[in-house]
């Protein structure tokens, strides 16, 4: 079993819609969470990034982190055909050998449509 | 402008043979990370450094060597004896413990022929 599982989709929505983005993980260690944004043939940048739980708003973005239930969340508010890309949700503990290096989820394919 | 670069962009290498791929950075980060992402695989870590003249193995580490000799620099070599090399590697930097400052390249698309 990997330790952070993602939907691979693909996902398309028509422009406009809201879109939820999922990550569940098994290591009870992970503190840190992030979303990368990856467009065709080019590297992730990142989008958002939280520490342990709660939730953070970033203008349309929205990332929630429920470490009770290993799961995270990413929301886009009012899709544009521009957010259409690979979304990888990212995460790693807070200290030891594992500082540092990040642990990816399998990355959704995001199409949204005019 | 700062940044990391990753060449050659498109790789083809014979079966058998060894290739190095090129990272360069000049944001003066210490930590350097090499990646591969396979389709529905997410980004799997081969090596790691954290300082020059050290590294340490990452999950998928055989059939991959690197060496820090520069802090700018981080090539890695995919050997003969990596059985599936064909994939997208992704190159990245970091502010050694600044783990929400990872900057990625553009990648290196390896195709073996």
């Known amino acids: 079993q990997k330790e952070v599982e993602q939907d691979p989709g693909p996902l398309s929505v028509p422009e406009g819609a809201i879109v939820s983005l999922n990550c569940t993980y098994s290591?009870?260690?992970?503190?840190?969470f992030m979303w990368y944004r990856q467009y065709s043939r080019k590297g992730p940048e990142l989008l958002m990034y939280t520490y342990s739980s709660g939730n953070k708003e970033d203008g349309r973005f929205t990332a929630q982190v429920d470490k009770s239930s290993k799961y995270i969340s990413l929301f886009i508010r009012d899709s544009q055909p521009s957010d259409s890309a690979t979304y990888l949700c990212a995460m790693t503990g807070a200290g030891g050998t594992s500082y540092g290096k990040l642990t990816f989820g399998q990355g959704t394919i995001l199409t949204v449509h005019p | 402008d700062g940044g990391i670069t990753q060449s050659p962009k498109y790789l083809f290498r014979k079966e058998g043979q060894n290739v190095t791929l090129s990272c360069e950075q000049n944001?003066?980060?210490?930590?350097m990370y090499w990646y591969r992402q396979d389709p529905g695989q997410g980004l799997r870590l081969i090596y790691y450094s954290q300082i020059v003249n050290d590294f340490q193995k990452g999950d998928i580490a055989e059939g991959y060597s690197v060496s820090r000799e520069k802090k700018e620099s981080f090539p890695l070599t995919v050997t003969s004896a990596q059985k599936n090399p064909t994939a997208f590697y992704l190159c990245a930097s970091s502010i050694e413990g600044r783990i929400y400052g990872y900057t990625f390249g553009s990648g290196t698309r390896l195709t073996v022929v």
């Open positions: 290591n009870s260690a992970f503190q840190y």
């Open positions: 944001l003066n980060h210490d930590a």
